[in-house]
Nanobody, 121 residues
């Protein structure tokens, strides 16, 4: 079973920075895509940023130029560096991963437990 362990959330003032990290716990064959989603109260969960095994990234328009996603393929970890944070970035942030548990056994939509990010104005 694939588990994702997140860390790094917290409270920060507008304009500040936070760094979120996520590690895959347990043995997997490969991780294809990793990403971060967020869900604010009363809103749907939305993609923040994603990165594939080759390093290609995509970002939500609202975070482009402020957030940077990166990964360490050897350690199966993904990091989200968040700069110039705004109050509207306040949400629970979830790590997500998809890949192969065994050579011929894919898995999709493994989720972390979520970490709270609060940006005060």
């Amino acid at each position: 079973q694939v588990q994702l362990v997140e860390s790094g959330g917290g409270l920060v003032q507008a304009g500040g920075s936070l760094r979120l990290s996520c590690a895959v716990s347990g043995s997997v064959f490969s991780i294809d895509k990793m990403g971060w989603y967020r869900q604010a109260p009363g809103k749907q969960r939305e993609l923040v940023a994603a990165i594939d095994s080759g390093g290609s990234t995509n970002y939500a328009d609202s975070v482009k130029g402020r957030f940077t996603i990166s990964r360490d393929n050897a350690k199966n970890t993904v990091t989200l560096q968040m700069n110039s944070l705004k109050p509207e970035d306040t949400a629970v942030y979830y790590c997500n991963a998809a890949g192969k548990l065994y050579r011929y056994t894919p898995f999709s939509d493994a989720w972390g437990q979520g970490t709270q990010v609060t940006v005060s104005s």
